[in-house]
C-alpha cells in the first residue's frame, strides 16, 4: 500500500516551493467544485441576508427619516439619535432597563446556582423537583403574566390580603411605582432562575470530582472548595450565561409589558418598552428604532466585555 | 483518481444546477403580478375587497362575511369579506396601504380613515354623501355623525356606529347603599362615599396595561365640564380652569376613598373582574357593560348625563366609520356597495349581534333594539351631548390617533388616579407630550 504520506505534496495551487526563485505564484483556479458548491449555498446565504440584513439596513434607514407606520417621512440624519440622548423619558427607561438587567442577570444565577448544587445531593424527590423547578421557564410568559397578574393585582387579590393579614396594610403591588419595578424583576428571576439552573448543572456535571477529592485530602473547607475549585472551573460557562441573560433581559418585552404595561407612570418601562411604545402608540418610528439601535450599542459592548472574560477564565 | 474527470458527471452537475436555479425563480414569477385588489379579469365585474374587523361575537362575523359575500352589484360587480384581527390592526392596515395590496373598503378605528386620508390613500366619500342626501337616507342619521367625518378635502368615511363612555351602575349596590342615580358632581360624591362606607368601590375604572377605559373617562369628565384636550382651533389646549376643575374632582375622590388605588394598575380584564364581582357601584364604560358581563337582569344600568358644575353636559364618543380606499377597481362600484351595505346593517341589531350603537334612526327605532333601554337611553340622552376627542374642537385629525392610548395620556390618567400630582402640572405634562406626537 502505497502511504501518502510518502508522496511528495502536489503544488495543486501554483505555490513556489520555499528558497526557489519566483517564477510567479499561479493564480488560484476555480475549480468547478468551488463553483458548484457556491451555488448550492448562494441560495441560503440569500435567504439569511433577505431575513437578517434587509430588515437590518431598513431599520437604519428608517432611523434617519422621522416616518410613521405608513410613510418613511424627511430625513433627519442623526436627529432621531440627539434626541433619545437628550430625552429624560429614554434615560429613565435606560436606569430602569439596568435595574432590571441586574437583578435577572444575578438574581437568577444566584438562586440558579444554588438549586444546582442542591439537586447534585442526593435528596429523594430530586427527579421530580428537576421537572417542577423547569416549570417557571417552560409555561409560555403570557399565562405567567396572566398568573402573576391574578395574585397581586388588585386589593383582593392573594398576595395583598397575606400582607394585609400580617400587618402590612394595603399593598399595592402594581400600583406603586416602587412596588410595581420590585415586581417586575421578581416576576424575572422567577422565570429565568430555571435556565441558568440548567446551565450551572451542565457545567458543574464537567467538574471533575478527583479535584474535589484532592482539595479534601489537602484539608480545603466546603467553602475553600466552593470558591477556589468550583466557581473558577465554571466560570466559563458563568460568563457565558451572564451573556445570554443579559440579551434576555434586556430584550425583554412581554415580561414588563403583560405584567405592568411600563407602568404606572413609566416607573417599568425599560428602553425596549419605550422603543415599542414610540412606534406603535405614538407613531414615531424613526425614533423608536433609533432607540432600539442605541440599545444594541450598548448590548454590543457588554458582550464584549463580557466575551473578554470568557478568554480570560480558561484555566490550564 | 481525480474526481473531476469524466464529462458524464460535468453534464449531471450542470443540469442539476439548471434545474435548481429553474425551480428558485418559479416562486418569484408567481409573485409577480398582483394589481389592485381584486381586479377581475377584462370584461368581467369588478370584485371588491371588503376589510371587516370583530365588533361583535363569532355570530356576527359570520353574518357579515355572509351579507357582504352575497352581494351582487350593477355590471356584476362582487364583494369577498376579509375579518382582520384587532391585535395589531392598525399594522396590518398599515403595510396593505403601503404596499397597495388592501382593501377597497373597510370599517376602521375612530381615527383610521383620517390617518389614510392624509397619506392619500383614501377615497372622499363626497359624492356618497350627496347621493344618500339625494335619497333621503342622509336624514335618517343621527345628527352630528356625518359632521365628525367631515374634513377640509371632503367627507373621510361615512358613518355606522357609536361608541360612547356612559355612566354605568350596579342598582343593587346603590340600594343597598340608599341612595339614587347621581345627577351632578355633587351627588356623585355623595353616592360614592355611600357605597364607600357598604364596602363598594364608588368609582371603578383602570389605567394599567391596555386598559384605556381610566383615561377615556377622565376626558369624557372634562368634556362635562365644558373642557377637553384641544382648542377651539384644534391646537392642543389642556391647562384650562375647567380641566384643572377636572382634575380637582377627582383628587376630591382619591382622597375620599371613592376610587381604588389599585386601579392605577388594574387591566380591563381586573376591572370586569370587580364589576362583575359586585365590587363596583358605580364607573364609566361602555353602553353594553351588561352584555360584555354576560349579564341578563337590570341590575346594570345607564344613569342620565351628569350635571358639571357649570351646569354642561357631555361626553366622549367614537364615530366609528366605513371608509373607501383610492386602491379600487372601480369607485363608483365601491359607493354602490356602500350605499347599499349602509342599508342592509341594520340586519346585525336585529339578530342582536352587534353591541354597539347604531348611527341611524330607523335602527333606533326597532322593536329589538328598543327593548335594551340601556342602549336606548345612550342613544337617547347621551347621544345629543356626546363630543368627539377632539372637543373643544369638531375637527377631527389624524394625529389624534396617537394621542388617544398613547404613551402621554396613560400616564397622565395613572398620575391622575394615583391623585399625588399638582392638577395644572399633570396637564402641562400632557399638552407637552400631546404637542410632541403632533
Redesign the interface.
Same mark, same amino acid.
Given at each position: 500500500m502505497t502511504s501518502t504520506m510518502l508522496r511528495p505534496a502536489k503544488r495543486l495551487h501554483g505555490t513556489s516551493p520555499a528558497g526557489r526563485g519566483s517564477a510567479g505564484r499561479r493564480p488560484r483556479r476555480i475549480t468547478r467544485g468551488g463553483v458548484t458548491l457556491t451555488a448550492l449555498v448562494a441560495p441560503s446565504i440569500l435567504l439569511l441576508l433577505l431575513l437578517n440584513a434587509y430588515p437590518l439596513i431598513n431599520a437604519a434607514v428608517q432611523a434617519l427619516h422621522n416616518g410613521t407606520l405608513i410613510g418613511e417621512g424627511p430625513y433627519v440624519g442623526l436627529d432621531n439619535f440627539a434626541k433619545a440622548l437628550a430625552d429624560p423619558a429614554f434615560w429613565k427607561a435606560a436606569q430602569f432597563t439596568l435595574v432590571f438587567t441586574l437583578t435577572g442577570v444575578f438574581g437568577s444565577w444566584v438562586i440558579g446556582l444554588a438549586l444546582a448544587l442542591l439537586m447534585r445531593t442526593k435528596i429523594p424527590g430530586s427527579g421530580i423537583f428537576k421537572v417542577l423547578l423547569l416549570l417557571p421557564w417552560v409555561v409560555p410568559v403570557v399565562v405567567s403574566a396572566t398568573s402573576w397578574n391574578w395574585l397581586v393585582a388588585t386589593s383582593s387579590s392573594p398576595v395583598p390580603i397575606l400582607a394585609k393579614a400580617l400587618g402590612f396594610g394595603d399593598v399595592l403591588f402594581l400600583a406603586n411605582p416602587a412596588l410595581a419595578a420590585l415586581t417586575v424583576c421578581v416576576f424575572k428571576v422567577w422565570i429565568s432562575f430555571p435556565f441558568m439552573m440548567l446551565m450551572t448543572s451542565a457545567a458543574l456535571s464537567s467538574v471533575e470530582p478527583a479535584v474535589y477529592e484532592a482539595a479534601r485530602i489537602d484539608g480545603a473547607t466546603k467553602k475553600q472548595m466552593f470558591t477556589a475549585i468550583t466557581l473558577p472551573l465554571i466560570a466559563r460557562s458563568t460568563y457565558i450565561s451572564w451573556i445570554l441573560m443579559t440579551i434576555f433581559c434586556v430584550n425583554d418585552f412581554p415580561t414588563i409589558y403583560l405584567l405592568t404595561g411600563g407602568g404606572p407612570v413609566d416607573a417599568t418601562t425599560s428602553l425596549v418598552v419605550l422603543a415599542y411604545r414610540v412606534v406603535f402608540q405614538n407613531f414615531k418610528t424613526g425614533y423608536g428604532v433609533a432607540i432600539a439601535f442605541l440599545m444594541t450599542f450598548v448590548l454590543i459592548v457588554v458582550s464584549v466585555v463580557l466575551y473578554r472574560q470568557i478568554r480570560k477564565s480558561v484555566i490550564h | 483518481m481525480d &474526481?473531476?474527470s469524466g464529462n458524464s458527471r /460535468?453534464v449531471s452537475?450542470r443540469g442539476f444546477?439548471g434545474f %435548481?436555479a429553474a425551480a %428558485?425563480s418559479l416562486p418569484l414569477l408567481a409573485s409577480c403580478g398582483s394589481g389592485a385588489s381584486g381586479a377581475s379579469g377584462s370584461g368581467g365585474g369588478s370584485t371588491l375587497k371588503v376589510w371587516d374587523m370583530p365588533w361583535g361575537p363569532t355570530e356576527y362575523t359570520n353574518a357579515a362575511k355572509s351579507l357582504v359575500n352575497g352581494y351582487s352589484g350593477q355590471n356584476g360587480a362582487k364583494a369577498t369579506y376579509q375579518s382582520i384581527q384587532w391585535a395589531n390592526y +392598525?399594522?396590518t392596515f #398599515?403595510s396593505a &396601504? @403601503?404596499s397597495k395590496t388592501g382593501p377597497a373598503i373597510s370599517s376602521g378605528g375612530g381615527f383610521q380613515a383620517f $390617518?389614510?386620508a392624509d397619506?392619500g390613500?383614501i377615497a372622499y366619500a363626497d359624492n356618497l354623501v350627496a347621493s344618500l342626501k339625494k335619497s333621503g337616507s342622509y336624514d335618517d342619521f343621527l345628527p352630528g355623525t356625518f359632521d365628525s367625518l367631515k374634513t377640509d378635502k371632503g367627507y373621510v368615511a361615512v358613518p355606522w356606529q357609536l361608541d360612547m363612555r356612559v355612566l354605568s351602575y350596579r342598582k343593587s349596590l346603590l340600594d343597598k347603599a340608599g341612595v339614587e342615580a347621581p345627577t351632578n358632581w355633587d351627588s356623585f360624591v355623595t353616592v360614592g362615599k355611600a357605597l364607600k362606607k357598604i364596602g363598594v368601590i364608588g368609582y371603578g375604572t383602570a !389605567?394599567? #396595561?391596555?386598559a384605556l377605559i381610566g383615561e377615556q373617562s377622565i376626558l369624557a369628565m372634562m368634556i362635562n365640564n365644558g373642557g377637553g384636550l384641544f382648542g377651539e382651533d384644534g391646537k392642543p389646549d389642556c391647562v384650562t380652569d375647567r380641566n384643572i376643575e377636572t382634575l380637582q374632582f377627582f383628587q376630591q375622590l382619591s382622597r375620599e376613598g371613592i376610587i =381604588?388605588? #389599585? %386601579? &392605577?394598575? +388594574? !387591566?380591563s %380584564?381586573?376591572l370586569n /373582574? =370587580?364589576w362583575k364581582s359586585k365590587?363596583i357601584g358605580m364607573g364609566f364604560s361602555v353602553p353594553s357593560l351588561k352584555s360584555s358581563l354576560n349579564e341578563t337582569d337590570d341590575d346594570i344600568q345607564i344613569g342620565s348625563p351628569l350635571e358639571g358644575p357649570h351646569g354642561d353636559k357631555g361626553t366622549l364618543y367614537y364615530v366609528n366609520n366605513l371608509m373607501m380606499y383610492t386602491n379600487t377597481p372601480s369607485q363608483q362600484a365601491s359607493e354602490a356597495f356602500l350605499a347599499w351595505y349602509l342599508d342592509q346593517m341594520k340586519d346585525y341589531w336585529q339578530k342582536g349581534l352587534l353591541q354597539a350603537l347604531p348611527v341611524r334612526k330607523s335602527i333606533v327605532n326597532m322593536p329589538e333594539f328598543q327593548k335594551d333601554a340601556n342602549n336606548l337611553k345612550a342613544v337617547k340622552e347621551w347621544q345629543p351631548v356626546a363630543k368627539t376627542f377632539a372637543a373643544r374642537s369638531t375637527k377631527i385629525v389624524s394625529a389624534l390617533? @396617537?394621542v388617544d392610548?398613547?404613551?402621554a395620556f396613560?400616564?397622565f390618567a395613572? $398620575?391622575v388616579l394615583?391623585g399625588q400630582t399638582d392638577p395644572k402640572t399633570a396637564l402641562a405634562t400632557l399638552q407637552k407630550g400631546i404637542e410632541?406626537?403632533m
Open positions: - | &474526481v473531476f /460535468n452537475r444546477l %435548481a %428558485a +392598525y399594522q #398599515a &396601504v @403601503a $390617518q389614510f397619506q390613500a !389605567t394599567g #396595561a391596555g =381604588d388605588p #389599585a %386601579a &392605577v394598575s +388594574y !387591566t %380584564a381586573n /373582574n =370587580d365590587k390617533n @396617537a392610548g398613547g404613551q396613560t400616564s395613572q $398620575q394615583q410632541s406626537v
